[in-house]
């Protein structure tokens, strides 16, 4: 069994729904950005109950290509796979282990960093496996409040304030689990690390990157276009890439869970509608690197301002909702004549909308854009919320509450 876990671990969300679908499934696939803290919470999860094995290691992954039945004897469940993507043809075989004792549950706990190889295999241990995600921590998680709620939820509590310098200071230190665990660290060498070992290690091993340092470029071009709708056609003429080539690296980057995709509502409204996706990095501070800020203040001042913040809003709830092991129905809205709505959240077969400010001021007419929408939707529309950086939350509009981020 595993043991003796030296370092300090951060409490994340994820914990009950892992042991619940551990408990309820045969297998349960665990995938997430590399560093995100798959293997440690596995490690906490079923260290009493799994024994674990690394599919990274050349001669551990060479014997489970080689002989899979022998390495499946050899590691009999209840075990833990831990990037199992460096061996899927695996997981067929897996699949023969679970046929043969299907009513136990918890056999085999997977985990992996690139959702697109593991997808690919995967389908084999459809209706065997429970599917989760976990990403880099939340906001909740980084200030130790792991089980708090979304605003929109039954209990929900505000939180204490968030000082907007702590926003810029934390944005730019970004989400990955060991730059909190190890404050000293500095977080500007960290991400060009990160950044370098998953050019050459993912990026390498996915598809169709041939020139890393294009693949680089290219990922700095669209990190300073986070929060923007998604034009591939733009960003291929600015690198002198073929269109395919920028489709694929797109999927390169979604797949090992750089980048989120959020796509446009789609509601018949006697308006044109956009009906590009757009695009959001899953890390505040890979974004900050990419975009080569540096200082808080300069952050906080300069261009990107606003779309740093709009990132760190979708991103919260999608990891909270993720890390509570349910699935996040999010979406944008915006017409031809550009009357906006940065967020929309599916809840209970209605919509939450969300307008988000990098402002400390609350407006009235910050309601605006949400108010014209009701008017479209009325049955469908929630109340809503615009999110600043400020202190304060207070109704701003009927049906519309200035929240603060830090109660988000």
Not at 1 to 22: D, K, V, W
Not at 193 to 199: E, K, P, R, S
Request: neutral net charge; proline residues 6%.
């Amino acid at each position: 069994m595993i043991t003796n876990m030296a370092f300090q671990y951060l409490t994340r969300s994820l914990e009950g729904p892992l042991q619940a679908a551990a408990d309820g499934f045969p297998a349960m696939m665990l995938t997430g950005p590399r560093q995100s803290g798959k293997t440690t919470l596995l490690k906490k999860v079923f260290s009493q109950s799994h024994t674990y094995v690394s599919l990274e290691l050349p001669d551990i992954r060479e014997a489970a290509e080689s002989d899979p039945r022998g390495f499946l004897d050899r590691h009999q469940a209840p075990v833990i796979f831990d990037e199992v993507q460096a061996a899927p043809d695996l997981l067929f075989y897996i699949k023969g282990a679970i046929d043969t004792h299907r009513e136990r549950k918890g056999q085999y706990i997977l985990s992996g960093s690139q959702n697109l190889l593991l997808m690919q295999q995967g389908e084999s241990l459809a209706g065997r496996t429970a599917v989760l995600q976990l990403l880099p921590l939340s906001w909740r998680e980084i200030r130790r409040h792991p089980d708090a709620l979304l605003p929109w939820q039954t209990g929900w509590q505000p939180a204490d304030p968030l000082d907007a310098s702590e926003f810029w200071r934390l944005a730019l230190r970004g989400g990955y689990p060991e730059l909190h665990a190890e404050e000293e660290r500095d977080s500007q060498s960290w991400h060009a690390a990160y950044v370098q070992t998953y050019l050459e290690r993912d990026v390498r091993s996915l598809r169709q990157v041939g020139d890393l340092g294009d693949f680089q470029r290219f990922m700095r071009l669209l990190a300073s276009r986070s929060a923007q709708q998604l034009n591939i056609t733009s960003l291929a003429r600015d690198l002198g890439l073929a269109v395919n080539t920028a489709k694929a690296w797109i999927s390169v980057l979604e797949a090992s869970h750089q980048i989120l995709l959020l796509r446009p509502y789609a509601a018949n409204i006697g308006k044109r509608l956009a009906k590009t996706p757009k695009v959001y990095f899953t890390d505040l501070g890979t974004l900050c690197y990419l975009v080569g800020l540096r200082d808080p203040l300069h952050a906080a001042d300069g261009p990107m301002a606003g779309a740093i913040v709009e990132t760190a809003v979708v991103n919260e709830v999608q990891r909270s909702l993720l890390h509570l092991g349910q699935v996040p129905w999010l979406h944008y809205m915006c017409t031809s004549d550009k009357i906006e709505v940065d967020l929309l959240v599916e809840w209970d077969a209605g919509l939450i909308p969300i307008e988000v400010k990098a402002s400390s001021t609350p407006r009235p007419v910050w309601a605006k854009n949400i108010h014209k929408l009701r008017s479209w939707i009325p049955d469908l529309l929630r109340d809503g919320y615009a999110v600043h950086l400020g202190e304060e939350r207070l109704p701003i509009s009927p049906g519309v509450t200035a929240l603060p981020f830090g109660q988000l």
